[in-house]
């Protein structure tokens, strides 16, 4: 199974936050030190860039509009370091449009959050992508209690049991397990895993994690949720769930 790997398993997850308002920085900071991240603060794109060097971070919580030099500008110097470990980004924005978007993703981003945004939303997004990005790269296996998935054999197991899926739904698990704790819209579904393209609807997306939950959970406890009128997520059951 993925686990964090050597000295990134026994310390605290670093997380640069980078953005020009002291309010939002300071919030964002305070709120990310009580959950135990180790945190550093940037005021500005070219400080961010230093910083990166000096602290050497996990995941960089990143300020789109900035004065000095914008948060796209910044994440495609820190794709383009040379050697360069690539460092999670996950943007801030006050801009919703489509383009803008695009451009996130042409730099760089590994997620986008629009101003204003929750505390919590920000906090689970940083963890999915921790999750997803501190991981021992010469495995290929993704896992959460005791699921697990193995893209190079592309097999799946619950509690050690060999579990038969379509490539279809192999798809489905894979990006609910890259997202798990998280909840995903039908909408993000129907883009990650039949594409752009797909002219459908979303039925058959509630028939897909239909189809997945029967093989999946089979056993207790259940790991795919329905929130309904918002999406699906992967994770442990609450004590009072959906």
Same mark, same amino acid.
């Given at each position: 199974?993925?686990?964090?790997?050597?000295?990134?398993?026994?310390?605290?997850?670093?997380?640069?936050?980078?953005?020009?308002?002291?309010?939002?920085?300071?919030?964002?900071?305070?709120?990310?030190?009580?959950?135990?991240?180790?945190?550093?603060?940037?005021?500005?794109?070219?400080?961010?860039?230093?910083?990166?060097?000096?602290?050497?971070?996990?995941?960089?919580?990143?300020?789109?509009?900035?004065?000095?030099?914008?948060?796209?500008?910044?994440?495609?110097?820190?794709?383009?370091?040379?050697?360069?470990?690539?460092?999670?980004?996950?943007?801030?924005?006050?801009?919703?449009?489509?383009?803008?978007?695009?451009?996130?993703?042409?730099?760089?981003?590994?997620?986008?959050?629009?101003?204003?945004?929750?505390?919590?939303?920000?906090?689970?997004?940083?963890?999915?992508?921790?999750?997803?990005?501190?991981?021992?790269?010469?495995?290929?296996?993704?896992?959460?209690?005791?699921?697990?998935?193995?893209?190079?054999?592309?097999?799946? !197991?619950? /509690?050690?049991? $060999? +579990?038969?899926?379509?490539?279809?739904?192999?798809?489905? #698990? @894979?990006?609910?397990?890259?997202?798990?704790?998280?909840?995903?819209?039908?909408?993000?579904?129907?883009?990650?895993?039949?594409?752009?393209?797909?002219?459908?609807?979303?039925?058959?997306?509630?028939?897909?994690?239909?189809?997945?939950?029967?093989?999946?959970? !089979?056993? /207790?406890?259940? $790991? +795919?949720?329905?929130?309904?009128?918002?999406?699906?997520? #992967? @994770?442990?059951?609450?004590?009072?769930?959906?």
């Amino acid at each position: 199974m993925r686990q964090l790997a050597g000295e990134q398993a026994r310390r605290p997850a670093r997380v640069l936050v980078v953005d020009d308002e002291p309010n939002i920085s300071a919030l964002l900071s305070a709120t990310l030190r009580l959950i135990d991240f180790d945190v550093r603060v940037a005021n500005g794109g070219r400080e961010a860039l230093t910083s990166v060097a000096e602290f050497e971070p996990d995941l960089v919580v990143l300020d789109v509009m900035m004065p000095d030099l914008d948060g796209f500008a910044v994440a495609q110097r820190l794709r383009a370091t040379a050697n360069g470990r690539q460092v999670p980004v996950l943007f801030l924005t006050a801009r919703d449009a489509v383009e803008d978007r695009i451009s996130g993703l042409t730099a760089g981003a590994d997620d986008y959050v629009t101003k204003p945004f929750s505390l919590e939303e920000v906090v689970l997004r940083i963890r999915a992508i921790l999750r997803r990005s501190r991981v021992d790269p010469d495995s290929g296996v993704l896992g959460y209690a005791d699921l697990e998935l193995d893209d190079d054999a592309h097999e799946v !197991r619950r /509690d050690g049991r $060999l +579990i038969e899926l379509s490539p279809t739904e192999f798809k489905l #698990l @894979r990006f609910l397990l890259l997202n798990a704790g998280r909840v995903v819209s039908k909408a993000q579904i129907m883009d990650r895993v039949w594409g752009y393209d797909f002219g459908g609807d979303g039925r058959i997306v509630e028939s897909y994690v239909y189809y997945l939950r029967k093989k999946i959970d !089979r056993w /207790d406890p259940p $790991l +795919i949720h329905t929130l309904r009128g918002v999406g699906y997520t #992967l @994770r442990l059951p609450r004590t009072t769930d959906e």
